[in-house]
């Protein structure tokens, strides 16, 4: 027990960590207890994104987790970035959520953004003055991002936008909206251009209310004719189903891995607690052989869970080969943690119904992980490719190979 909470041990993911990382978690759950804890009310009640406590997390310099140190960030990769997230998470699946969309936003100036562009905005990223997103999805193409159909359309030395762009992650606090559309036709067809949040032409319809992540924004982006000067496109035009992808694959699957992780974490340590808590039979629910079995189903799904999380974050700071690792990874943690969260709820009973109790917080927030960066059915579809021998080369060792080439700073290659 830490804090009055029930809580599985860390042995299980030691050898995937140092005590630098240790560091962190120690230092983002207290962050997390004193600023995040007291305002999830709040957020539950307003229902709306929380614009002042998003900035506060972006001050801590989280957001820059992977950027290098010339730039201002924390150059502590992968692994370090997963601790964070899953620690937000643990108390607040939005503000997990809104730390990993942006740090989703950094991947794509990371690794496809030339000198000029990783200098003027990675320092401010880094620093927490600047929150960027990444926009990919559209309404009436969803998973298949080549369906996608905003254009871009050049001009002389700019580019016309026009589109719309839905479920972005942080639409509604994002400043530096990284925006996939069409500037031709097929897989070449696509590009990557920032496009700053008070750029003429670009405006977010008002946030919907959602099922969970109270306190997170994933909305709509209108480009109506939104010009946008060519510096700002990113790596080649037709660079941006590779935008798209890898920040996706190398960013995005990790990431909400760790949210969901954070959240299943959360659902074992309180119910667990919970079970001690509430007398039965002259005892505990506890003592029950029934809710033993339970309470053991879901610590060795929990278990697995977070041992896939950390493996696949550590071969992608090795610079292995993970692209499987990571599709595993996002596709058992959002399983388990939904399997979990329904388990919490039959130990629970009626007790879990109340919003009295965070259950049923937690449940309505692991569904909102099932869609992004992939459902279970497109991890469980390119991880069939891998094994059929049909998947394209995979995207941890394509990148390498591009960093390396493009001369890119050292510690940006090192951040892959
Ligand atoms: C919390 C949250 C944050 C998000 N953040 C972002 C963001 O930052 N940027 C962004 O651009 N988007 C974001 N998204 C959108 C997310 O990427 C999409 O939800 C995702 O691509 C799936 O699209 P869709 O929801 O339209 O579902 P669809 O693609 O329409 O899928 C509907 C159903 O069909 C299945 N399906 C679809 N294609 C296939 C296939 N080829 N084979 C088998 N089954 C298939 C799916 O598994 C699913 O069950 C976010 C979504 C959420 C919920």
Redesign the pocket.
């Known amino acids: 027990m830490t804090g009055g909470r029930v809580e599985p041990a860390d042995q299980e993911i030691n050898s995937f960590l140092t005590p630098m990382h240790s560091h962190l978690r120690k230092q983002v759950r207290q962050f997390a207890e004193e600023e995040i804890r007291p305002r999830i009310a709040d957020m539950e009640e307003s229902r709306t994104v929380d614009h002042e406590l998003s900035r506060l997390i972006a001050q801590q310099g989280w957001i820059g987790v992977t950027v290098g140190r010339e730039y201002g960030g924390m150059a502590m990769g992968h692994r370090a970035k997963t601790v964070i997230i899953e620690e937000l998470a643990r108390v607040s699946g939005a503000m997990g959520?809104m730390v990993q969309?942006s740090q989703?936003?950094v991947a794509k100036i990371l690794h496809f953004g030339n000198d000029e562009q990783r200098s003027h905005w990675l320092p401010p990223i880094a620093a927490g003055a600047c929150l960027p997103?990444?926009?990919?999805?559209e309404?009436d193409?969803?998973?298949?991002?080549l369906g996608m159909k905003a254009t871009a359309e050049r001009d002389g030395d700019s580019y016309i936008l026009n589109g719309r762009?839905?479920?972005?992650?942080?639409?509604h606090v994002g400043d530096l909206h990284g925006v996939?559309v069409r500037t031709g036709e097929g897989s070449r067809g696509l590009s990557a251009f920032l496009v700053e949040a008070d750029r003429r032409g670009l405006t977010v319809s008002p946030q919907q209310p959602a099922m969970g992540?109270h306190g997170?924004s994933?909305g709509e982006l209108i480009f109506d004719n939104c010009r946008v000067p060519r510096e700002n496109l990113l790596g080649d035009e037709g660079d941006g189903l590779a935008v798209?992808y890898a920040s996706?694959v190398l960013y995005?699957r990790p990431n909400?891995t760790a949210v969901s992780l954070g959240i299943h974490r959360a659902l074992v340590e309180d119910t667990a607690r919970f079970t001690q808590t509430l007398g039965r039979y002259g005892g505990t629910l506890s003592d029950l052989a029934t809710v033993k079995q339970k309470l053991g189903e879901m610590r060795s799904q929990l278990m697995t869970a977070r041992i896939l999380a950390y493996h696949a974050v550590c071969l992608l700071d090795q610079g292995m080969p993970c692209d499987p690792a990571l599709m595993n990874a996002k596709l058992f943690n959002v399983e388990s943690s939904l399997d979990s969260a329904r388990t919490a709820m039959e130990v629970h009973a009626a007790h879990g119904l109340g919003t009295d109790k965070p259950i049923e917080r937690y449940v309505r927030d692991a569904h909102?992980?099932?869609?992004?960066?992939?459902?279970?059915?497109?991890q469980r579809?390119r991880l069939a490719e891998e094994l059929l021998g049909t998947a394209g080369p995979q995207w941890s060792v394509r990148l390498r190979a591009r960093l390396v080439m493009s001369d890119a700073p050292v510690a940006a290659r090192r951040a892959v």
């Open positions: 959520a969309a989703l936003g997103t990444i926009a990919t999805t309404l193409s969803g998973s298949n991002v762009k839905v479920f972005v992650g942080n639409s996939i992540l997170f994933f798209a996706s995005g909400l909102h992980i099932y869609a992004p960066a992939g459902t279970s059915d497109i579809l």
